[in-house]
């Protein structure tokens, strides 16, 4: 009876580890087959993005083939294809700062003319490359202005701004005073070019037509210090010296561009000055 037991007890023994082993190989196998699903999950997955990108290589191979048979069309057909040839544009001459309008304007001429040959579009572009321009005096301006415009003072952010600002400081919009200085300077010989040299003459015939009262006055202060030599002063200063008046609207008419003309050439022009003749009759 005690080998029975034993025997019981050696096969439920025998058992319980069997049993244990089948579990673990049915769990092994669980996994193999889970692993399996997910590999083929997977494969599926690669395949599908695989195909997606030969359709588009299939695609481009197809619009590809479809340019070639039109370029074979077209040089069969005699078509050319040309191409706009670069411009090398030359570099601007540097502008040191003198009051001359004829200077200025020319700078600012070649430069535009530079900005198109060299395709700079941008405005702020623009502004920076017309200061490596600048030398000697317009130098100094334009560092003036630099920390003007980190201080907040002022902006400069496009080429008519730019523009505007250089003509203000360079434009010959005070020869008045220059003109007056060097009248003090001389003495009355026989005309009015005693007292005005080349370029202050120069700098008059090229005075721009005034914008605004200030600059109005501006030239009529220096008309009026040369009246003595115009004949006829009062009446062709009449049109602009109405616009001073108290109450009156600004509006530059034709008739005022006729007289400021006309006050232009009257002040530098050559007047015939002598000294009286005293055999002769005097009117009064």
Same mark, same amino acid.
């Given at each position: 009876?005690?080998?029975? &037991? %034993? ?6 023994? +025998?058992?319980?580890?069997?049993? %244990? ?55 069969? #057909? #005699? ?10 544009? /030359?570099?601007?001459?540097? *502008?040191?700062? =003198? ?5 200025? %304007? +020319? ?7 530079? *900005?198109? #040959? ?7 572009? &623009? ?8 030398? %000697?005096? $317009? ?10 415009? !980190? ?11 730019? &523009? ?9 919009? +005070? ?6 200085? =060097? ?25 721009? $037509? ?8 501006? *030239?009529?202060?220096?008309? +009026? ?10 009446? &062709? ?7 001073? =008046? ?14 400021? !003309? ?8 050559? /007047?015939?000055? $002598?000294? /009286? ?8």
């Amino acid at each position: 009876m005690g080998d029975v &037991k %034993d025997c019981l007890s050696y096969v439920e023994q +025998n058992l319980k580890t069997l049993e %244990d082993h089948v579990l673990e190989e049915l769990e092994s196998l669980k996994k193999a087959v889970m692993g399996q699903d997910e590999l083929r999950t997977r494969f599926m997955e690669l395949f599908t993005n695989l195909q997606e990108q030969l359709d588009v290589v299939k695609a481009g191979v197809e619009e590809t083939r479809q340019e070639t048979a039109m370029c074979k069309r077209a040089i069969a #057909g #005699g078509a050319v294809v040309t191409h706009s040839p670069r411009v090398d544009a /030359p570099k601007p001459k540097e *502008f040191g700062g =003198k009051r001359d309008a004829k200077e200025l %304007d +020319n700078f600012i001429w070649h430069m535009e003319r530079y *900005f198109e #040959g060299a395709s700079i579009m941008d405005e702020k572009a &623009k502004v920076r490359t017309a200061t490596l321009y600048l030398t %000697d005096t $317009a130098t100094l301006w334009s560092r003036r202005k630099h920390n003007d415009i !980190e201080k907040g003072l002022c902006t400069i952010d496009t080429w008519d701004v730019f &523009k505007k600002e250089i003509k203000r400081q360079f434009y010959p919009e +005070n020869v008045t005073y220059e003109a007056r200085k =060097k009248l003090r300077e001389l003495k009355h010989k026989s005309s009015i070019h005693d007292y005005m040299d080349r370029e202050k003459l120069k700098a008059i015939k090229e005075w721009e $037509a005034p914008t605004k009262v200030s600059e109005l006055r501006s *030239f009529l202060g220096l008309a +009026n210090y040369y009246r003595r030599f115009i004949k006829g002063y009062s009446a &062709k200063a009449a049109p602009l010296t109405d616009l001073l =008046k108290k109450g009156k609207a600004w509006e530059w008419s034709k008739r005022c561009q006729t007289a400021f !003309e006309g006050l232009k050439e009257a002040v530098t022009e050559e /007047p015939v000055l $002598a000294l /009286p003749d005293h055999t002769k009759v005097f009117e009064l």
